[in-house]
């Protein structure tokens, strides 16, 4: 806001506020205009994934013998692969086509970020979104090439039916409604889902798992960001920290069991999620102040909220700390293909102390990017089938539309009674699995 200077004739104070004013009413439409450019584009890829993935389904189930005939195990997991099985007809070929429409979405995001920003003359943003940019692509095009064939083996009993279609579908769209209110990515759901239900190998319910939460977040996102309910500018910034720690994650997976660091997570999470018990009556966080890394990538923001019939304005404190939690739930991300959302909304919520609404609304908008980081990973290595990732893909997609129109309607207070339980059941699940007690 300008300050009236006493020793300036009035005239020139009036110009002064006019063009303050009219700078930053042009900033405002610049933002507004890419945050629209930027959800259409999140929609786009959606709808033209899921179109690919629907036709390639329907395909499969009208060849001569259906699904029966296609091999669980056997589908294109490389650039070449694909190519040859499009010129050669292969439905499960459209499948993954659409799968890495999916996966391309995201990125294709990021990349027109830079262009906002750029019209923004933003150069620090330019430059924090190009590093992301050049992550995700290092991701996908010179990660892991190492294909998982002693794990391809052990789909040999997984059959393949419109029955299992069905099931795995609806668990999908539960999953997405949920991922959608609360910023998760749907993988709490989705790797239980597939392996104690179907029985499917962990790596693989992983894989399926990191292709819902890009559909979550790409299918969510492009709502949230039309209504600026995201704070672009943090997610941008976040991403740095969640992209790399994916990556490491990712390579990490490989090479170790997850199993400690799963009841570590568990623990930190249970721990995270005390803050938040003790904040359920705040409807939005009160005396925060921007610190200093804050106040100069410009992290404050406002936000239209439906339920309190007002624009709500606030500030972000703790910006290192939050970073730092970012390649944290990264890591967590790429090694178990979670999405970690719930550790990423915690870190905006109780550490960044953003509005529980702009937290859920970021946390989604980052975890596709979190996840397209890893997702390249294990795609070459042959751990999405895509007769399981499609009807995860397709689920995941209608449950976070249906989310997205919901959330902006409810109080903060209501998405922290749903948000607590989802927390403690993921960190005991968490705990669990990795000390080889039930869970997935």
Request: charge should be neutral; charged fraction near 10%; proline fraction near 4%.
């Amino acid at each position: 806001m300008t300050r009236n200077d006493p020793t300036l004739p009035a005239t020139q104070v009036e110009q002064r506020q006019s063009a303050t004013g009219t700078t930053a009413t042009t900033s405002r439409a610049v933002d507004a205009q890419a945050a629209s450019v930027i959800g259409w584009i999140l929609q786009g890829g959606v709808l033209v994934s899921a179109a690919i993935i629907m036709v390639g389904v329907v395909w499969l189930f009208l060849q001569p013998g259906g699904s029966a005939t296609t091999s669980v195990a056997r589908f294109p997991h490389s650039l070449p692969d694909l190519a040859l099985g499009l010129l050669q007809g292969q439905a499960v070929a459209l499948i993954v086509l659409g799968l890495a429409v999916l996966i391309a979405t995201p990125v294709l995001r990021v990349a027109t970020s830079i262009i906002a920003f750029a019209l923004e003359r933003d150069l620090l943003y330019v430059l924090i979104t190009l590093v992301v940019l050049l992550i995700l692509l290092y991701s996908l095009f010179f990660g892991d090439r190492g294909a998982s064939s002693a794990h391809l083996g052990s789909l040999a009993h997984f059959r393949f039916s419109a029955l299992v279609f069905a099931l795995i579908f609806c668990g999908s769209v539960a999953a997405g409604l949920l991922g959608a209110l609360i910023g998760l990515g749907g993988g709490v759901l989705i790797v239980p889902l597939l392996t104690l239900v179907f029985g499917l190998p962990i790596s693989f319910a992983i894989g399926a798992s990191i292709i819902s939460v890009i559909a979550t977040s790409s299918g969510a996102a492009a709502a949230y960001v039309r209504d600026r309910m995201t704070n672009m500018r943090v997610g941008m910034f976040l991403e740095l920290a969640t992209t790399t720690g994916a990556i490491s994650g990712a390579f990490l997976a490989g090479l170790l069991a997850p199993g400690v660091l799963g009841v570590i997570f568990g623990v930190i999470l249970l721990l995270s999620a005390l803050p938040t018990l003790f904040k359920m009556g705040e409807e939005l966080p009160a005396g925060v102040q921007n610190d200093w890394l804050a106040t100069r990538l410009h992290l404050a923001s406002s936000y239209p909220d439906e339920h309190l019939g007002r624009e709500v304005s606030y500030q972000v404190t703790h910006t290192p700390l939050g970073l730092l939690l970012m390649y944290v739930a990264g890591v967590i991300s790429g090694l178990l293909g979670i999405g970690s959302g719930a550790f990423k909304v915690l870190a905006m919520d109780v550490v960044m102390r953003l509005p529980l609404k702009v937290s859920t609304t970021t946390s989604n908008f980052m975890i596709g990017v979190t996840a397209a980081a890893s997702a390249g990973i294990y795609f070459a290595r042959g751990d999405i089938p895509p007769l399981v990732a499609a009807p995860v893909a397709l689920g995941i997609l209608l449950g976070a539309l249906i989310g997205s129109r919901l959330l902006s309607r409810l109080s903060n207070r209501v998405i922290r009674l749903v948000f607590l339980p989802v927390i403690v059941a993921t960190a005991i699940e968490m705990i669990l699995h990795g000390l080889g007690i039930g869970g997935f």
